[in-house]
């Protein structure tokens, strides 16, 4: 393992999210990685994402004195071993090409000084051929940094045209290269982490117009697909009846009742590094399901027998070590006795974590959500806040978990 040290830049471009990628790549191979963020990288990517990821204090701005007292920018610069920043935004380069250090990213490129600077930019590819900007990469150059040339392919402006940031494979292979590490000893994983989701209510048919199902929106599976594209991973939903709209740039199994959404499961498991149940699975459904309307016969009763239903996030759970999800992770609805409650399913599912969520206090349906992510050794709890803030602490933690 290297004992390498790199330090991160990272520049307000859609392209922010690959550096998640980046610094699994790094840690994989022992290097330590210390992130700065720019203001507008904030907008594309979280502090907390790359803190859980390097496993290290992320720096956002110039005057926090609480981190500048635990290591100062000077000290940071002179920490590194090299300097990447990634993806470099047009702005950025004019900054470093004409030396403004008005920010704690530009203050620490004019500090690092005496160790190799790789830039990997990002940006329209317009304003990449714009005279300025290529003059900026130039001098830069001339400086003796090294700068990824950019590729080609769709740009977050929906133009197909040059200026993607390169990969976060092949910016890593030129650190390894500048910093002499010529065979690392794994190769560095081109796969993203996988996560798949189960959300939404499941419906079971009755007859043809009719079913048994609940009040789920889908709000809070939605969420945590959100959160996990945000951090560059690769998302599976597995979706039954949703009041909402689920997000772009996921791959969607619709599954409407429990039996067909076990089976999408069961196929897809294999390919899953997080499974997420979020959805609320009707525990039976009609033993007969009438292939015409029923008829109303007689005033009085009816009587519906009902069977029970497989459960998939225990039928994942228990699948043999060479199929199962690295993680596999449960919802607990309660009304009541809610962390007992919880701790039974745990158990009896054989989960490594369970989302606690008290529905009595936050129903289905809402905005809001509170939950105590509960594992066999450690219980850690996110007050009450909006399903997508809750969403972000929740892939955080489990990501901090999975490494
Ligand atoms: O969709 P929203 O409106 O945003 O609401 C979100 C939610 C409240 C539905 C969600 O946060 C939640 O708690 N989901 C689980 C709801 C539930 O029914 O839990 P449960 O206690 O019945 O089941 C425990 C776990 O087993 C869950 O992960 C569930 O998905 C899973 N399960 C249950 C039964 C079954 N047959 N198969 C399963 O996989």
Not at 279 to 295: G, I
Not at 341 to 348: F, G, N, S, T, V
Request: aromatic content about 6%; hydrophobic content about 40%.
């Amino acid at each position: 393992m290297s004992s390498k040290k790199i330090l991160l830049g990272i520049g307000g471009s859609i392209a922010a999210y690959k550096s998640a990628n980046l610094v699994r790549i790094f840690k994989k191979q022992g290097i330590s990685v210390r992130c700065v963020l720019t203001k507008s990288a904030e907008e594309f990517i979280t502090a907390q994402t790359l803190q859980a990821l390097s496993g290290e204090p992320v720096r956002r701005n110039l005057f926090d004195q609480q981190a500048e007292a635990a290591m100062s920018h000077i000290e940071l610069a002179r920490w590194a071993d090299c300097l990447i920043i990634a993806p470099t935004t047009a702005n950025l380069a004019a900054k470093f090409a004409s030396g403004i250090a008005d920010d704690l990213i530009s203050t620490l490129y004019l500090a690092a000084n005496d160790i190799p600077v790789i830039l990997a930019p990002a940006m329209n590819s317009k304003m990449l051929l714009h005279p300025a900007t290529q003059e900026n990469f130039r001098k830069l150059q001339q400086r003796g940094h090294y700068i990824l040339e950019s590729a080609s392919g769709e740009l977050a402006c929906g133009e197909n045209a040059i200026g993607r940031m390169q990969e976060p494979e092949k910016i890593a292979q030129k650190a390894f290269e500048v910093l002499g590490i010529s065979q690392p000893l794994t190769p560095p994983s081109p796969k993203p982490l996988t996560v798949t989701i189960t959300v939404g209510a499941t419906r079971e048919n009755i007859d043809p117009v009719r079913f048994i199902s609940n009040r789920s929106s889908g709000k809070m599976g939605f969420a945590l697909a959100r959160a996990a594209l945000k951090r560059g991973l690769k998302v599976n939903l597995i979706k039954a009846y949703c009041e909402q709209i689920p997000p772009e740039n996921c791959q969607i199994f619709p599954s409407e009742t429990a039996e067909k959404m076990l089976d999408t499961a069961l196929n897809i498991a294999n390919d899953t590094d997080i499974f997420i149940a979020t959805a609320a699975v009707a525990d039976y459904r009609p033993k007969k399901v009438l292939s015409q309307k029923h008829k109303k016969e007689r005033d009085g009763a009816l009587h519906l027998e009902l069977i029970e239903n497989p459960d998939i996030v225990a039928t994942v759970a228990q699948l043999p070590a060479d199929k199962r999800p690295k993680l596999v992770v449960g919802f607990a609805a309660e009304t009541e006795n809610l962390k007992n409650y919880a701790q039974e399913k745990l158990a009896k599912k054989n989960l490594d974590f369970i989302c606690a969520n008290d529905v009595s206090q936050f129903p289905f349906g809402g905005e809001l959500n509170e939950i105590s992510v509960i594992s066999k050794n450690d219980e850690k709890n996110f007050n009450a806040a909006t399903k997508t803030d809750i969403a972000e602490k929740i892939i955080d933690y489990l990501l901090s978990k999975i490494n």
